[in-house]
T-cell receptor
Framework: DAGVIQSPRHEVTEMGQEVTLRCKPISGHDYLFWYRQTMMRGLELLIYFNNNVPIDDSGMPEDRFSAKMPNASFSTLKIQPSEPRDSAVYFC????????????????FGEGSRLTVL | AQSVAQPEDQVNVAEGNPLTVKCTYSVSGNPYLFWYVQYPNRGLQFLLKYITGDNLVKGSYGFEAEFNKSQTSFHLKKPSALVSDSALYFCAVRDIRPGSARQLTFGSGTQLTVLP
């Protein structure tokens, strides 16, 4: 398996523009997570999905952020309009469903999308 | 609510010396604990985990971690550090009880620098 695939790896945009980050989770994984990493705040969970359904979006900073998972193999994180304070590395991660005797528990991360908003 | 604390932002150690990166946790119920490593401009890579059983867990690249329930700690260790171990290390906890949130909660990270 190719692992979690994120695109783009780097994005530079101007304030006010729309940004769309994409993620392809590992096939067969039931959970998908979006994290944001900054120097100031470390790793923050933005939102996560279970079987394509958003479960907890309490970490999404504000209404400018939205995330979708139209099917089991694709998710997007959209920022509209973007602001300089959104500059960060955004990580997507996936994990299989937890099973009491055989669950692994760990998340598998993509390489991240580095966003710079000027 | 679950949480993880990494009390040291930075750990420096000489190559060949043993290293320890500290982590304490807080979670209701049994903890599921993880260590991840992040090299520059890369995603997080899984190192090891504690689910149940032996308190000493062995992982990738010669790393191990000791689960201590009474001290609610899960320190990462390696007997002999390599320069290539220099990276950012994250401790994490996941609550997998039925009905729980299921997300992985990360500590703030510890930058390990191994000096030649």
């Amino acid at each position: 398996d190719a692992g979690v695939i994120q695109s783009p790896r780097h994005e530079v945009t101007e304030m006010g523009q729309e940004v769309t980050l994409r993620c392809k989770p590992i096939s067969g994984h039931d959970y998908l997570f979006w994290y944001r990493q900054t120097m100031m705040r470390g790793l923050e969970l933005l939102i996560y999905f279970n079987n394509n359904v958003p479960i907890d979006d309490s970490g999404m900073p504000e209404d400018r952020f939205s995330a979708k998972m139209p099917n089991a193999s694709f998710s997007t994180l959209k920022i509209q309009p973007s602001e300089p304070r959104d500059s960060a590395v955004y990580f997507c991660a996936s994990s299989p469903v937890w099973r009491e005797r055989s669950g692994t528990g760990e998340l598998f991360f993509g390489e991240g999308s580095r966003l710079t908003v000027l | 609510a679950q949480s993880v604390a990494q009390p040291e932002d930075q750990v420096n150690v000489a190559e060949g010396n043993p290293l320890t990166v500290k982590c304490t946790y807080s979670v209701s119920g049994n903890p599921y604990l993880f260590w991840y490593v992040q090299y520059p401009n890369r995603g997080l890579q899984f190192l090891l985990k504690y689910i149940t059983g032996d308190n000493l867990v062995k992982g990738s690249y010669g790393f191990e971690a000791e689960f201590n329930k009474s001290q609610t700690s899960f320190h990462l260790k390696k007997p002999s550090a390599l320069v290539s171990d220099s990276a950012l290390y994250f401790c994490a906890v996941r609550d997998i009880r039925p009905g729980s949130a299921r997300q992985l909660t990360f500590g703030s990270g510890t930058q390990l620098t191994v000096l030649p």
